[in-house]
């Protein structure tokens, strides 16, 4: 599973999930700043999975019909620290692989929603 962490996620998990071995890719390494929309596009162009602690992801893929990757995890949490995001992607990661394949995923600490996303690529292939 390729990863695209969206700018708001913190580096140091960036660094802990590509030390775990994740293919993992950040905006804020590659293009600080570029909108939300253009986040979107490389995902689906990249075919990687968006992490993000943005809410209005849902809005611009469901209401907007703006691209969709083939899956996104929206964290709804503050992270007390800078790790704590990939040690929870770790985990979820770990015990349901294919968790965000097709879907938007909302994260809490001890919660997980999915919904199927508009338009499911396979991102095995």
Known sequence: ???LANENIPLAS????????????????????????QVLS??????????????DYGELIYVRGLPCPPGLVYMRFLPVTPTEPSQLLM????????????FFVVLDRDSIRRRALPAHTDISK
Do not use: W
Not at 21 to 31: K, R, V, W, Y
Not at 42 to 55: M, Q
Not at 91 to 102: C, E, M, P, R, S
């Open 91 to 102: 985990k979820l990661f770990t015990q349901k692989k294919n968790l965000a394949d097709g």
């Open 1 to 3: 599973m390729k990863l």
């Open 14 to 37: 960036v660094y802990a999930l590509r030390q775990a071995g994740f293919d993992i890719t950040a905006i804020s390494e590659l293009s600080p700043g570029i909108s939300d929309a």
């Open 42 to 55: 490389l995902a689906e162009a990249e075919r990687r999975v968006l992490l993000t602690f943005d809410r």
